[in-house]
């Protein structure tokens, strides 16, 4: 198995549609991140968690929500979303948080908002 | 606080010719400084990184970048370009020390085109 699964790899919706993204790591890491990568801009930091807990969200709204069950695991909840959310989101993690800021990636899902 | 400038968002060159990409960083604390790449339809992998020791760090695939803090750079050679090599690439900083968020800043990527 790769070491960060992100699921789906696609995904449209409607702006009333929920929907969730999924990320396993499966390499014992205890934080991970939700990443937002748009055309010609850097890529944005969402949220972080270390030993499952949130210890960073970066002004995100709240139509998006994550969360973390377990430390091989991020969900990240998504409702009522607009056409401007359409990005690929990127999940990572690393064995301590951020530490010296080698993060392991998953292939992201692409999500299109109609 | 730390910020990263990627200068060209388009390098092409012609297979086997120098690949140069350029980083320039600002960090109010000494930086640790990578480089990623992002292949097409893929996630980020870690080309490589500095840590504060040899200032010249070689990577994967025959990549290397020199730590130069008199020009605050991080740029990323190759001395070959192979067509494999076409990808985006992404300069990052975080700092350490006091006053480090440990926030880890990416640039706005430089897309590397490779022509046969």
């Known amino acids: 198995e790769t070491g960060v699964t992100q699921t789906p790899r696609h995904l449209v919706m409607g702006m009333t549609n929920k929907k969730s993204l999924k990320c396993e790591q499966h390499l014992g890491h205890n934080a991970m991140y939700w990443y937002k990568q748009s055309a010609k801009k850097p890529l944005e930091l969402m949220f972080v968690?270390?030993?499952?807990?949130?210890?960073e969200n970066n002004s995100v709204p709240s139509r998006f929500s994550p969360e973390c069950p377990n430390s091989s695991h991020l969900f990240l909840h998504l409702h009522t979303l607009q056409p401007e959310d359409s990005a690929l989101y990127l999940c990572?993690?690393?064995?301590?948080?951020?530490?010296?800021?080698?993060?392991?990636f998953g292939e992201g899902s692409r999500l299109t908002v109609l | 606080a730390q910020s990263v400038t990627q200068l060209g968002s388009h390098v092409s060159v012609s297979e086997g010719a120098l690949v140069l990409l350029r980083c320039n960083y600002s960090s109010s604390v000494p930086p640790y400084l990578f480089w990623y790449v992002q292949y097409p339809n893929q996630g980020l992998q870690l080309l490589l990184k500095y840590t504060s020791a040899a200032t010249l760090v070689k990577g994967i695939n025959g990549f290397e970048a020199e730590f130069k803090k008199s020009e605050t750079s991080f740029h990323l050679t190759k001395p070959s370009a192979h067509m494999r090599d076409a990808a985006e690439y992404f300069c990052a900083v975080t700092g350490h020390g006091s006053g480090n968020t440990g926030k880890l800043i990416f640039g706005q990527g430089t897309t590397l085109q490779v022509k046969p």
């Open positions: 968690y270390s030993l499952e807990e949130r210890v």
């Open positions: 990572a993690s690393s064995q301590g948080r951020f530490n010296t800021g080698e993060l392991f």
